[in-house]
């Protein structure tokens, strides 16, 4: 996936407005009022983007929802004018799924940003979708409680957009993605209508649609409250940094600990180049002459973390583990995950651009996948770092690259096509957090069969029939809705930085 | 990788074939939830057997026919369980397709939490795969937590890979006579926390050092005996918000004996809970969602995921 960009690039110029959408923005500065209403090309410039390189995305006017009242009325006024609603958090994603196709309505949701309730007895709470991650589970902390998820970008990434993507992030290999988290959400659909779809009891009647609308990017509806489960603080905490002289036995050790029946809280993984670019960029201590670091954290009850986290040392050390580190306090612990959740900011310092990965493959085969992506990448001449959530075998290889060197950047994708491909014939999946978008639509039929996406096809109809929301996603292009009558058949192919 | 299905996968799509109603049997020990099949409704059954058994992936690809009780056993050779509830005779097919948890569900998980990748017939009698081989998977629309729960009526399922976990290292049932559930709950080792109104029984699991440290705890707040099991729980179950079933006794005299699952909301009773009201427009959706993956209502006619439970 592409990741970051160059900075100040602005070489995609946004298309005029079209004339004719005149009157459509005159519906909807009467619909939600001027203030939340934006059409001038630097809005629409910046609603067309998302954090990959994806460039051909292609905002209409943009609204500023402040209410579900208002979304109705945008997604209504939309849909009067023959044209789509794509809804936006942060913008932080890194597949193109919030980049908007064919001049869209887009709908940004970040003014839609309140935690509404915390609703202690029944173990919720229920947030507006422009709610930023981390400003959640820091307003939750005076009640000993947080909010699981935790993406890298989570200071910024809003709760709504994780929920279109089903993020995941180092946390949720013990504690699951974000739709073990998603207790019931509110939603707009397509024709304007609100429903809640799940409920906060314990087994809500009808089908699973609240699951079904988790990580539907963006192209079933409009969420707009959200409950999300809260996590009690685990008593016990234990941040270890496990250093090795070679990859491929902190891979094993990786797998060693799974199979060992312990599932820690996270277990990071980082090689050498990554790990320099750390240190150079925020000095989290991890030491730079190790091939390849593992941050593993271990939670819950104080005699289990004591017990696991032991054992844990005992595996890497049987790994030829030259260090095992154990954050003293509380202090050291943030310094360490620091060092992590700032790795793709550290990029910047080794080349000006990168390209992102995120594929899954089975934890067990960690070694001989990392061998193969180090042969992938020498093959065509690149520079790769490694961070990634080692313990359930989601890869983010990325692809470091000055994109003004001729050539560079067809083999950064012939590189990126071979690290997917190898993905699945390892028996993996396409995207472990980051989502399909626009950037993976068309490896869909590498992973699923006709009958498959066309079952996918109908969950998405069944919620919007007429795919009005996000047209263009995830789906590849024979297995998306025919009548898209917004979408332009030349945005939907898109170009690739 | 687009799947080759197995034998007994195909075998089954084409005992299911693509037309005529057709219901599918597992243990029959939820048989009329949601409704039963309608008169004149073939009866088929998934094929059965533990296809692969990875411990050190914390995964098991299993045929939907096969026993709980059974797929447990073998997992339990290796220290590991699913999530899915344990019924006399129940399969995992249908626990998967009932969607209802276990009730050690704060230390197990949900059931739709545990289905990675399912093998399904589709209406039309070919085989849908949906999720994904690995742990993780965000890879296109989430099927597989579409279909828990669904009663076999959007698709039957033949085969899917769970989600293993270890057992914890020490299990306990224990009774506590007249404790206030809500300082039982407080225990960092409570995967089940049961209250009838009077009595509270908790199963403590995990390391045997934090079991011993809870129940020293519990030991504190009155009268502790370590028991089998859970409670026998009554035949109907309520659905709740977790606040509602911690007020249970005061709320419902008409629910008859009961067994409220504290921290959950889930509450058995003697006497069935009274309709529930559903938002019009989730009923809309439902409906679409049947005419979508089922657009001749062949699959499961006559129950319905909107009259459970």
């Known amino acids: 996936m592409l990741g970051s960009h160059r900075r100040g690039d602005r070489s995609a110029a946004v298309p005029a407005a079209d004339d004719t959408d005149a009157a459509l923005i005159a519906d909807l500065v009467k619909a939600i009022g001027a203030d939340r209403v934006r059409a001038d090309a630097a809005a629409r410039y910046l609603a067309s983007r998302d954090a990959s390189i994806y460039k051909e995305g292609n905002a209409g006017p943009v609204c500023y929802p402040g209410s579900t009242e208002d979304v109705v009325a945008c997604v209504k006024v939309a849909t009067r004018h023959g044209r789509a609603v794509s809804p936006r958090g942060a913008g932080t994603g890194l597949a193109g799924g919030a980049a908007p196709l064919g001049q869209p309505v887009v709908l940004s949701m970040t003014r839609m940003d309140k935690l509404l309730e915390v609703d202690l007895d029944n173990g919720l709470a229920w947030v507006q979708p422009g709610m930023v991650n981390l400003d959640l589970s820091r307003a939750l902390a005076p009640h000993g409680v947080h909010y699981a998820p935790d993406p890298s970008s989570q200071a910024v990434c809003t709760i709504g957009g994780n929920l279109a993507n089903n993020s995941g992030g180092p946390h949720c290999l013990a504690y699951g993605v974000t739709s073990a988290h998603v207790v019931a959400v509110e939603v707009v659909l397509s024709d304007g209508s609100v429903v809640t779809l799940g409920d906060i009891t314990a087994e809500p009647a009808g089908y699973d649609l609240r699951g079904a609308f988790v990580g539907s990017e963006g192209m079933c509806g409009i969420a707009t409250a959200v409950a999300v489960r809260l996590t009690r603080n685990p008593p016990a905490v234990c941040t270890m940094l496990l250093c090795f002289e070679d990859v491929s036995d902190a891979a094993a050790t990786v797998s060693a600990i799974i199979a060992a029946g312990i599932v820690p809280a996270a277990i990071e993984m980082m090689d050498q180049r990554c790990v320099r670019a750390i240190e150079d960029f925020a000095q989290a201590g991890y030491p730079e002459d190790a091939a390849a670091v593992l941050l593993v954290e271990v939670d819950g009850a104080s005699g289990g973390v004591a017990i696991a986290s032991e054992r844990v040392d005992g595996i890497a050390r049987r790994n030829q583990a030259i260090s095992v580190r154990i954050a003293a306090d509380e202090d050291e612990r943030a310094r360490l995950w620091k060092g992590r959740k700032s790795a793709f900011g550290a990029v910047a310092n080794v080349m000006p651009d990168y390209y992102l990965h995120d594929t899954v493959v089975p934890r067990t085969r960690l070694v001989e996948v990392l061998e193969r992506i180090y042969e992938i990448v020498d093959r065509h001449d690149l520079l790769v770092l490694n961070v990634f959530h080692a313990g359930d075998g989601n890869l983010h290889p990325i692809l470091a690259y000055d994109s003004r060197v001729p050539g560079v950047v067809e083999r950064v994708h012939a590189a990126g096509r071979e690290i997917i491909e190898m993905s699945l014939d390892m028996g993996g999946a396409l995207t472990g957090e980051h989502g399909i978008g626009v950037e993976k639509r068309e490896y869909m039929e590498r992973m699923f069969s006709a009958v498959d996406l066309d079952q996918q096809g109908r969950l998405r109809a069944s919620f919007d029939p007429y795919c009005r929301m996000n047209p263009g996603k995830v789906l590849p292009s024979a297995h998306s809705c025919s009548d898209i009558g917004a979408l332009r058949a030349s945005d939907a192919a898109g170009v690739w930085g | ?309």
């Open chain 2, 1 to 309: 990788m687009v799947a080759d299905f197995d034998e007994a996968l195909t075998t089954f799509a084409a005992e299911v074939g693509p037309d005529g109603p057709v219901c599918a049997r597992g243990g029959r020990t939820r048989w009329s939830l949601g409704g039963e099949p309608a008169p004149g409704t073939r009866e088929v059954q998934a094929p059965a057997g533990i296809v692969a058994f990875e411990p050190a992936e914390m995964t098991v690809r299993v045929r939907a026919g096969t026993p709980v009780a059974e797929l447990h056993a073998e997992l339990a050779t290796a220290g590991q369980r699913t999530a899915l509830p344990e019924r006399a005779g129940g399969t995992v097919g249908g626990a998967l397709m009932a969607g209802e948890s276990s009730i050690a569900r704060l230390g197990l998980g949900l059931v739709r939490e545990a289905l990675l990748q399912a093998r399904y017939v589709c209406a039309d009698g070919q085989i849908a795969s949906a999720g994904a081989p690995t742990v993780k998977n965000v890879s296109g629309f989430d099927l597989c937590r579409l279909l828990v729960g669904s009663l076999g009526t959007l698709g039957l399922v033949g085969e899917a890979l769970l989600r293993t976990f270890p057992v914890g290292e020490t299990e306990r049932w224990v009774r506590l006579a007249g404790a206030e559930a809500d300082a039982v709950r407080s225990c960092y080792t409570a995967a089940s926390v049961l209250w009838d109104g009077t009595d509270v029984w908790t199963l403590l699991s995990g390391y045997a050092v934090d079991v011993d440290k809870d129940l020293g705890r519990l030991a504190g707040l009155g009268a502790c005996e370590d028991v089998d099991g859970p409670p026998e729980l009554p035949p109907h179950r309520w659905s709740c918000t977790p606040a509602e079933a911690a007020a249970f006794d005061s709320r419902n005299g008409a629910a008859g004996r009961f067994v409220a699952e504290i921290g959950v909301g889930v509450v058995h009773a003697s006497e069935a809970q009274p309709p529930r009201p559903v938002e019009p427009g989730v009923v809309e959706l439902n409906r679409r969602f049947k005419d979508r993956f089922d657009p001749h209502g062949r699959l499961n006619p006559g129950r319905d995921p909107l009259r459970k439970p």
